[in-house]
Structure formats: C-alpha cells, structure tokens
C-alpha cells in the first residue's frame, strides 16, 4: 500500500468502481494497471506510459504493492503522473485488460488481467535469499534464513505460483538472460519476450544533446565532469557493510585533490537510499562535500542526462556503473563487491574486468590514467540490448497484442530526455589557490576546495573564500573574497557596494570579487584599482579576428585570483596590466582575460555613504583607500 495509507482505505469510485459507468465520461476504455513496487521501479514504468499517448481507447490506472521496505516517495510521485490511484485490495478485485509492474513481489498473480513484468534494472543480476514468507497484500516481504541466494527474477520462488508462471510476459532485453531464465525456471520460458531496454533507448536517443547536459552541469571548458554512483546495498559504494567504508575517505579528497577548475564532480545515488535514510539525512550526510562543490543529481530525472555528460564514473556494482560502460564512458569501481551478484550474471563478469580506484593512492593520477588508458570492456556494449533503439517499438506491439486491440497508427516513441535545470558548482568551502607563470607569461592556476595540505606544486598561494562560507571566522583569514550572484540583486546593492563593504569590513583581505554571471565579474583591489574581467575572445589562428560575444570560460572567480597574484597586496602597476589583459591556464587549457576600469578608487563614487555594520564607510572625493568611520 502507499506510505501512511491503511488497510482498507477508500476505493476510487471513477473511472473504476461499482457505479464508474454513471460517473465516467469515457467509460468503454481498456483498463491498463501501472503496479508500482517503489519509486526505482516506478521510473521504469514512467519510461513506457507515453507508448500510450494519444490513444482515446485506453484508461491508465496505478496501485502500489506495499511490499517494499522502499515506500517513501511513492505517494508523491504517483501524484505527479496524475492517473486514479487505487489501493492495492481494490487493484486486486478490478479487472483489467493489462497489468504492468517492473519488479515481483506483492499478490501479483492474483491480479485480474493480463501481466506483463519488466526488469527495472540492467536485466536480472542481483540475489535475494530464500522465498518470500508471505505475499499476503500489505506485508512486507522478507526471506528465510538459510535458503541459497537465487537471482532474483530469474529463479523459481518469484516467477511461477502454483507451479505456473505468475506473467504472461516477461520482458527480457537480450538472449543471454533467456538463456539464463532456461536453465533457472524452464517453466517461465513460454513467457520470454524480447523487448529491448527502454531506459538505455532513451540515452541513445538524446546523446546529441552531451554539449547541453554538461553546460547545464556548470561543466566548463577544458573540466572533467566525474560522476560518483552507488547502489543500495550495504556493500555498495555509499554503503558501510564493506571490508572498507571508502566514502568518508573519498569525499574530502575529491575536493582536496582535484583542482576545482579541471575536474566537477556529481553524484548519482540509488532511490532506495534517499527512500531509505531520507533526502535530509542524505544531504546532511553530504554537506561537507556539497560546500566543496559536489552537486547531488535527481535520482529520477536527471541521473542519465548527468551519465551522458560524464567523462568519468567512480562507481560500483550497479546498473548505472554498467550503463555508463555500455555507452562506453570509463569506470573505476569503488567498491568491487560480487556478494550481491549471481556469479554468471554479465554484471558479475563486468565487475570482475573492470578497473579499481585504490582510495588510498593519490586520486589524480588515477582518474587521468583511467581516461587517457580507457579500453571499453566489450561485455556491457553487448549484453545492455539486442535491439538498441528498438524497445519502443517491440513493447507497444507486445502491450496492445495483450490487450487485444490494433495498436495506434502513429510510430511508437518513448519521451526524449528533459534537459535538465542549470545547476553549476558555486563551492562555499575555502579555497586554496595556488598561482605559477610560467615562461610565456600565463599564469597556471590551481584551485582546491577545503585541502587538509598544501597543494604540491610550484607557485604563490593565497586562500579564497565565499562570504557564505560555513565557518565566518574564516573571512577573516582571506586574501580573496568572492559571491557569485545577479549585479541587480537588491539585497547585496550593486558590485561598486558590496566589494567596498568587503574590503570595510575585513581588513585583511586585499581583493573582493563580485562574480555577476557565467562570463564576469567586478573586482575591488584595497590598493584602488576597481575594474570588471571578463573572457576574452581568442582566434582560431594566427591573424583571424576574434568571434565577438560571450566566451565561455572557467569560473570568473578564478580571474579575480589570477589578478590577485599579478597585483600582489598592494596592486602596483595595475593600469598598463589591465590595459593588455592576461591569460590563464587551468589544465591545459588557456583562457584568454579583458578587463574594463570602472574606477581608479576603491571606494563608492561621488562620496557616497555606504553603512557598514552600524558604522559607515565615507571615502573623500578623488581616491584614497576605503576607511570604515
């Protein structure tokens, strides 16, 4: 049953019901049941619901098993699809022209209808112990001690009852798993349909789209975007059940280690863990790491954009580890664990070839050797599907075959891949930067987020710090202070305003930096120079004109830093600097920074009077340091 409901709650009364032909306006449809498990299961559903688009002759319904231990969510997202809801003993006692569920468990055979059962994973792969003790509607459902662990979906105890197959059809994506099903449950054979896999169809479908998923990840150019993934499980990646917890070992030295303008790191966890602990305590468990810059990806809607975009991926025994080899993207296991595998699984076999992350070894090294040495494994490429691009297709036909009547005219089409919501990595947590130039005049920066050391490396270090960061009496210690945010924002005043107030209020800090959008920001030096950088245009080739417009650079905080270090504390020769511009290189890339004086004086112009903490900062007419009165 869905989470907080009870036995008994009220059945709908339309589309179905007892008295449903007086109420409902289209009351001859064919009756097609979404049978929900959990939220991981749902998404799986959500995949082929459009096969049903535009077809006047069909009603859509749901229900919910209650036999997850995973119901949180649940409720909300059905909610969100917007068809009736029924409770699961009212499901039981509707007849329907089709039932489909993307899991086992829950009183499925008792269901009046024709079912059809799809994986909601990468095929079948993983074990449960035992026989469920009960499939009584709204038990949850628990294993015996003691009994072998069978893959769970291929294996007698959840497919058959009575001692036949409890599906019509049972969707497989590829022979191999028929092959599998004919050794483990013979009797199930009959039911084998080949239908391809809709989830991977839709990544193939939106690959095109890999430039837009990054830019809306903050992904800049020359970056590496790595994405960390795990599964539910205690032996997971996230988990603690392991020979070793790597996860609070490995967050921190993520940010640490990795220079923040070279490397952006996501994070895909499994539903059943948000369901599990809980969103809040999932993100407390993360602050620390999301201040450095880690963003947590929507485990429904955006985890396959966020998996397309990514050049690398630390996971673990997963489907979306193995999805992410499918489509040939490299992965380091963190966690190699085969305790939750059948052994002939192709997940199993993917888990024994892939490479490992040692999370006691330098971390960089690692991840630029597993991408510039990368060999796709030829297992996943394979295995995913035997009909990539084909699912939509082989499942609407199997859908209507079922129900009994001709499909639609139109093609078949699964719903593209939203584009996901803007969301750059804006880290709050201090940075330590290091600045070297080098023989022709660049200057090669390096940012880390919250280091426990010193960053190796040549150079002059100076620490950069958010106004929001977690700790206030870090600002104190800044060389650098920076806020990203609209130059309109009421709240802050304009960039003249809050650079000055900055420099007011903390006196050892000799650069305020106003970042105003994706391509610029407004810098207040304490030795007076006032100016806003920007990206530069650069030519293709020796003697081309620059492309005008916005150029898409790193991070314009990182500019200010640059300037920091050419300037020094007291920011001599700043004009003939400002004049020829300068660039900057983060990894191999350069970027090329213009720079427009917006004033000689480092303080508001016109003596405007700026209140500061119950004080007020008043500079004289013409220059001159800005002084707190």
Known sequence: MLEGAEPGDAWIRVPVGEEAARWATRGSCRRVLLVVHNVTSATRLLDVLPLFRDDLRVQLL????????FGAGVRELLDA????VLPWDQALRTPVDLAVSASFGGELERLEG????LSHGIGYNKTLAGKPESRKAGKPESRKAGKPESVFGLSREWLLARGEPIA??????????????????PEAVPTAVLGGDPCYDRMLAAEH????????LGVRPGQRLVLLNSTWNPTSLFGDGGPDDVLPLLLPRLASELPADEYRVAAVLHPNIWAGHGPGQVRLWLDRARRAGLTLIDPLAGWRQALIAADLVIGDFGSVSYYAAARGTPVLLGSASLAALGPGTPVAAFVRAAPRLDPYAALLPQLERAITEHRPLRGPAELTTSSPGGSARLLRELFYRLIGIPEPAAPARLDPLPLPPYEPAEPTAPLRVIVHRDADGVLAVRRHAD??????????????VHEDTLDPGVLDLADLI????????PRLGPPRRWTAEVLARYPSCSLAAYVTGRHACVVRHRGGLLAELTARPCPEAPGETPAEGPVEGPDPALYASALLALLGPHGEGAEPLLTRGFAVRTGTAVHAVASRLLGPAAQPQGGEVVEVD????????????????
Not at 81 to 84: C, H, L, R, S
Not at 614 to 629: F, H, I, P, S, Y
């Open 451 to 464: 280091p426990r050391h010193e960053p190796d490396g040549p150079g002059d270090g100076h620490l950069a």
């Open 482 to 489: 920076l806020r990203h945010a609209d130059p309109d924002d």
């Open 114 to 117: 024709k079912l059809v059962i």
């Open 209 to 216: 789209h890999r430039p837009r998923y990054r830019r809306a």
């Open 81 to 84: 699809v917007g068809v009736p």
């Open 168 to 185: 019509d059809a049972m969707v497989l994506s590829h022979p191999e798993q028929v092959d599998r099903l004919a050794a483990a449950c």
């Open 62 to 69: 749901a229900t919910c098993t209650g036999s997850s231990p």
């Open 614 to 629: 119950g004080g007020v900062l008043r500079a004289e007419e013409g220059g001159g340091a800005v002084d707190q009165g």
